[in-house]
């Protein structure tokens, strides 16, 4: 047997995030048990333009599991108790959306009235 096998993915999952891709892989040990991969894919370029992925690895194995998982729920549960669950950049790219508008509808307002007919008098 080649120390260089082929790893057999048993399960995965993934989880698109704007130009990120998140990997939840089940890989096998050579002991036949189960660990789990996560993965973050994140989308860039080269000078030149063409696409490349940039990827990290973390390798959690089931002992550490349930301490994860913990750890995982009491920072996310901080999280929303203290910023809520609604998203803060979208309510940011809503405002400067909406006040870019407003700009603009207040820049196109703000102008003298001029009356043609009163040029041509003197």
Not at 36 to 48: G, I, P, Y
Request: glycine share 4%; charged share 40%; net charge negative.
């Amino acid at each position: 047997m080649s120390e260089n096998r082929d790893i057999e993915e048993i399960f995965s999952k993934s989880v698109r995030a704007g130009r990120r891709t998140y990997f939840f892989d089940v890989r096998s040990t050579r002991a036949g048990d189960y660990y789990m991969t996560l993965t973050e894919s994140k989308r860039d370029f080269n000078e030149d333009g063409t696409p490349f992925y940039k990827k990290h690895k973390i390798y959690l194995y089931k002992e550490d599991f349930k301490d994860f998982q913990n750890a995982l729920k009491e920072v996310s549960d901080y999280i929303i108790k203290e910023k809520g669950e609604e998203i803060i950049s979208e309510k940011k790219s809503e405002k400067t959306n909406n006040s870019s508008d407003n700009e603009k509808e207040e820049s196109s307002n703000n102008f003298t009235e001029v009356d043609f007919d009163d040029l041509g008098k003197d």
